[in-house]
């Protein structure tokens, strides 16, 4: 399950708890599901708008790349706007949750748009190009305002609802890094006039500060999530949270992966199987960190860990290996130490802090 399916997932648990009480009165109802309804209807619209901005960098027509620009960036902004006027509103039960839903909506528009325009910004060329490179910032500083709302949130929703909001803010906080992998690559790639590249560079760093102050944001909220996650991701974002200003775009690409891989395991996100038949479907991650060689690392240690893991989550082994006997303590622990010789290989040897 992609990135962005598995806080799609969320929603829908998020929709359920909304659902349930039955204090509620009908005009209360009525009045949150028609600013749902309204966020959702900009969604759509820039939604539409940032898949015929692509379509059309392919394709070299800036005239239009720019007008779909506008469309996208104006929609999500008012998505955001409404979301974040439901927050301010809402009391500490069930309009709570609707407005968490609210944000949701919007803060994954905007992350689908700061990965579409930072994709194309070295697909385009003249004015155009300067209007995406632009662009970047203030989506940067859009995306980053609906999770600081949403974290503000985490003390009035009920406690039922506070797991799938966690788990939803440290999706959109750390669960990809596409934006500073696009950015850095475009950079790289020596095409972008100097003008663009300052702009573009710049971007690049308040992309990598963010998401540095996004790791200190899910650490602190690591307690609210299932117990059974709580080790493995606490063990990455020891290793990761005070060197992610120097790790390369590519490492912090497989590092936010695995943290994404973990949190759609949760009950609630809707853990899927693997293309080898198990839930978790980590043999694919080695595979991208390991070019393909999962399978050939000392010891089994890739189907061990795929294994570990899914049998942590409940769902078995995902590769031909059998998940150990002993009760969760031991797997949990056996998982943290694989994790650390994990990462600890891709940072260089040094070992993340015991939680």
Do not use: C, W
């Amino acid at each position: 399950m992609s990135h962005p399916r598995r806080i799609v997932a969320a929603l829908a648990t998020l929709a359920v708890l909304v659902a349930v009480p039955a204090t509620a009165s009908a005009a209360e109802s009525s009045a949150k599901v028609a600013s749902s309804t309204n966020v959702q209807v900009h969604v759509d619209k820039a939604t539409k708008a940032v898949k015929r901005m692509k379509r059309y960098a392919r394709l070299g027509n800036g005239k239009a790349v720019a007008k779909q620009l506008k469309i996208a960036r104006s929609q999500s902004a008012a998505a955001s706007r409404m979301a974040r006027q439901m927050a301010v509103s809402a009391d500490a039960g069930t309009q709570s949750v609707a407005a968490a839903q609210a944000l949701t909506l919007a803060g994954t528009q905007y992350d689908q748009l700061v990965e579409s325009i930072t994709a194309i910004v070295d697909q385009i060329t003249g004015q155009v190009q300067a209007l995406v490179a632009n662009s970047i910032a203030p989506s940067l500083a859009g995306k980053q305002k609906i999770v600081e709302v949403l974290t503000q949130l985490l003390d009035q929703v009920p406690a039922e609802a506070k797991p799938v909001i966690a788990s939803i803010i440290a999706a959109l906080s750390v669960g990809d890094a596409d934006e500073v992998v696009n950015l850095d690559q475009a950079l790289d790639s020596g095409s972008l006039p100097s003008s663009i590249a300052g702009i573009v560079s710049s971007a690049l760093s308040m992309a990598t500060g963010i998401m540095d102050q996004a790791f200190g944001i899910v650490k602190s909220i690591v307690p609210l999530l299932p117990a059974a996650v709580q080790a493995p991701l606490m063990q990455i974002l020891n290793m990761v949270s005070s060197t992610v200003g120097t790790i390369v775009p590519a490492v912090l690409s497989t590092v936010t992966g695995l943290i994404d891989t973990i949190l759609g395991s949760l009950p609630f996100v809707g853990g899927t199987s693997s293309s080898t038949g198990g839930m978790f479907g980590l043999g694919g991650l080695l595979d991208g960190i390991l070019g393909g060689a999962s399978g050939d690392l000392p010891g089994g240690i890739g189907g061990m860990l795929d294994g570990l893991l899914g049998g942590l989550f409940g769902g078995g082994s995902t590769g031909g290996s059998t998940t150990p006997a002993g009760g969760i303590t031991g797997i949990i622990s056996s998982v943290t130490g694989l994790i650390g010789n994990l990462l600890g290989g891709l940072f260089g040897g040094q070992a993340a802090p015991a939680t």
